[in-house]
């Protein structure tokens, strides 16, 4: 009994020991974080995982540590190191397997930078600002903000819940570029509305978590712990991979092509994963954008939109009017498309990343929530929301350079050039139109960071009310 004891004592001080000469220990943060990885376990299952570490680099400064191999990073340095070294960064974790389609790794979910490269390439020209910019993507684009605005007329003095009908937007202008002629129309069809729902109103990553932590268990789950399914969606784009026309600037038509060297099954998954993307990110950011815009603090920004909207001419280049691209741009670097961590694996050997020697095989990551705020010299009162600071050509440079929106290097966001353009004509659309306010049932005393968090709002509503300006 004696010897298990000091066996015991002996194991866990070489465990211990382990830990207090790893290279990570000199990192800063919580002191139970070098040797265990339940703290932040715990913080992905509460969904509390992109705030806790904020917090912790705000006390702790930009490296920090969250378990005995993970490191969170927040510098310009760091994110060029990981994101962009070597051609296109580190290679991802496993985490991203919980983003398979049709358990099909796609290009997103691939994990080795090399593979996902050569995928990238048949994506490249579609996801191009000159196919975006065309005249059928563009079309489909400008009749979804039309109907859109009808739906806001339809509405007249009434509130609308604006978090409904901005994805039922995002989904179909990201159909219609994937699949016309056959692009839902959601803001119409009840049929297609209900895929919207599908997409849009679940939780499921906390579960999917389980399968990634526990995969031995898995096959024993029971069907409360699994995420939820989506069998109108998957029947839609399986669909949708049949239909032989296509227009010819889709991203189907490139995909079905015989030179890509993709099985209609891959095909298939890869348009299920852009078009769970496209809602989400432009869905969200739009919803926080116009959240923003209708506080009473910031009806003075709205007023700067709408002077440039209505003074500009209508053939005036999207991309040409400077404070709505402010305002989109404040938009994205307060309430970033992905907010989260985007881990990565050390390479062998192991990097210096801001000045800490990181082993092999540790996962590193930056999180542009946090990025977008640890940088006070870069952006002064980083919570506030003001998109006037994106118009001092002083200090434009660092801007940019800290603006992680969209990530950086190969594995940077591909659809970022078709989401700006659905930016773009919505709110020129409906900007230039109508004025909106914060509906007087949502509860005045909620502060925007009880009411939206990361652009999805608490409770997944969001209502305001659209008036006509003459």
Not at 204 to 233: G, M, V
Not at 396 to 410: D, K, T
């Amino acid at each position: 009994m004696l010897s298990l004891w000091v066996g015991a004592i002996l194991f866990i001080g070489y465990f211990l020991g382990c830990r207090l000469v790893s290279p990570i220990s000199k990192v800063p943060g919580p002191w139970y974080t070098r040797y265990t990885s339940l703290w932040i376990k715990y913080q992905e299952f509460t969904a509390n995982r992109r705030e806790s570490i904020h917090h912790l680099h705000k006390k702790y400064g930009p490296v920090v540590c969250l378990g005995p191999n993970e490191i969170s990073f927040t510098s310009l340095d760091a994110i060029k190191e990981i994101y962009s070294s070597g051609g296109s960064g580190y290679d991802k974790t496993e985490f991203y397997t919980l983003f398979r389609q049709f358990k099909i790794r796609t290009m997103f979910s691939t994990l080795r930078k090399d593979e996902h490269s050569k995928r990238k390439r048949i994506f490249a020209e579609r996801y191009a600002m000159t196919n975006v910019m065309k005249e059928g993507p563009l079309t489909g684009i400008n009749e979804r903000a039309q109907a859109f605005v009808s739906r806001i007329a339809e509405a007249g003095k009434r509130s609308i819940d604006v978090y409904v009908l901005l994805h039922c937007y995002a989904v179909d202008c990201v159909t219609h570029f994937m699949f016309s002629p056959g692009g839902l129309k959601s803001l119409n069809i009840e049929q297609d509305f209900e895929i919207m729902q599908e997409l849009t109103y679940h939780q499921s990553l906390q579960k999917s978590l389980l399968e990634y932590y526990l995969p031995t268990l898995e096959p024993y789950f029971p069907n409360f712990l699994r995420p939820r399914t989506s069998p109108k969606t998957n029947q839609y784009v399986l669909d949708m991979v049949a239909q032989s026309e296509l227009g010819n600037f889709t991203l189907l038509e490139k995909l079905k092509r015989k030179d890509t060297g993709l099985e209609l099954m891959q095909a298939a998954a890869e348009c299920k994963d852009h078009m769970a993307a496209g809602i989400d990110t432009t869905g969200d950011g739009l919803c926080f954008l116009m959240w923003e815009l209708s506080q009473p603090e910031n009806l003075i920004y709205q007023q700067k939109l709408r002077a440039e909207l209505k003074s500009a001419s209508p053939d005036a280049p999207l991309d040409s009017l400077p404070y709505l691209e402010a305002v989109i741009k404040e938009t994205l670097r307060c309430s970033p498309p992905i907010p989260m961590s985007l881990p990565r694996y050390v390479p062998d050997g192991g990097r210096i990343i801001h000045g800490y020697f990181i082993p092999a095989h540790a996962i590193v990551s930056c999180q542009p929530y946090t990025v977008h705020r640890a940088h006070e010299e870069v952006f002064p009162e980083p919570d506030r929301f003001y998109p006037d600071r994106w118009l001092d050509e002083e200090g434009a440079a660092e801007r940019n350079r800290h603006f992680f929106a969209f990530a950086i290097g190969g594995r940077g966001c591909t659809g970022k050039n078709l989401a700006l353009v659905e930016m773009r004509i919505l709110l020129r659309e409906v900007y230039s139109r109508f004025q909106t306010t914060v509906a007087p049932e949502m509860d005045a005393s909620m502060a925007l960071d009880d009411q939206i968090i990361s652009a999805r709002p608490k409770g997944q509503m969001c209502k305001l009310v659209f008036t006509p300006i003459e």
